[in-house]
């Protein structure tokens, strides 16, 4: 009984002194579930990416809460359907450089939700949830930020090739002087137009120095890639490599990255207490043909819900938390916060409605994922819901041109377990789980009326 007694109260020390797990976020930009070796593609190289996946786990039905952007972004970081915060509407699909709005100062991120336990935070990459001084990352309880505040294709230069005219052609290489986007650290502009050729390097690099200068306390690092979103941009030592071509280029460089932020997570001896997320914030532009990813086996794209818009390849990885394994239960960005808030100690928001589920059970290979349901949105209007294996939909945009509304002859229902690729519409064969869906919606729908207003249709004066 003594020994016993003397264990339980070594394992509770042991509890105690474990550290604070450090988390980093890897988030691309228009990455397709087919465009990762690991994930099927046959052209693409990411040895890193790949043995990532090896060492940690692959979930292969993980979800972002929106098929664009702006939106996605806010899920993500809020844990909330970004139909909640606003951060959805149907008069403009995302922020633009005239936009006045940004994520409300309300909300509460997964940094400030780590900042109860004293975590060092920092924003590196692309942010989209607003550019002006009272919207950016600083604003958001992240201790810095270094990166562009929109899309890479927006301040498009007047007069400058259209890109669309070239983008089949995978040697098309398109001039980052034509975006006049600007580089920014914290709410300053350094650099303007933001050379791209060089940042997917840069970011990579800005990533790295934070790891070696934050490792000896629990850090949150959130790295979003402004790419493989079109106008593509690979530094000179990628250029011309892939099979791919010029997509290939990019993701291969990204790959690179990967690998360097994981190797300096080892170098500096904090493997076991650091958690490492890859994924992106939505599935490939299929408009721009070869400059565009693959979703693999999935149904159309970014814009749309179907799931090549936001069934996203997802990789965890952390030797000191993760259980190495394929996934196969649901999963979203809207879960991260939860999950980070649990491994970490700290409250997640009790003040209002939230949409994620805690997955650690899964990660450290305790528990099935508690997520058994998503909701698909977009363009403020909830589209599809899915519940187990069954999705319903009531509402599509066009596969390739999703600025369109697609027209519909009534609900569609598909069993993704057995058709991935939403092929076969078998509503009429079980009207009970039409039926069963359609109230989910239903509920759905009163539960979010309460919602903030529309934070993306104003524009600055
Ligand atoms: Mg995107």
Redesign the pocket.
Known sequence: MRILTLLLVLLASVELSARSPNFVVIFC??LGYGDLGCFGNPTIATPRLDQMAEEGQKWTQFYVADP??TP?RAALLTGRYPIRNGMTSAARVVFFPDSAGGLPSSEITIAEVLKQKDYATAAVGKWHLGHLPQHLPIEQGFDSYWGIPY?NDMDKVKGTQNYRQGAEDPYFYPDTNHYDVPLMDGAEIIERPADQNTITHRFTMKAVEYIKENADRPFFLYLAHSLP?IPLFASERFRGKSKRGLYGDVLEEIDWGVGEILDTIRAEGIESDTIVVFT???GP?LAFKTHGGSAGPLRAG?GTTFEGGQRVPTIFWGPGHVTPGTVSEMGSTLDLLPTFAALAGAQAPNDRKMDGYDLSGVLEGTGASPRDSFHYWTRAKLHAVRSGPWKLHVQQREPINYGRVAPMNGPELYNLETDISEAYDVADAHPEIVSRLMKMLKAHEADTADSLPDQLAARIE
Request: a negative charge; glycine letters at 0%.
């Open positions: 930009d228009d664009v952007c996605s899309s979103h992106t914030d939505n532009w970014k």
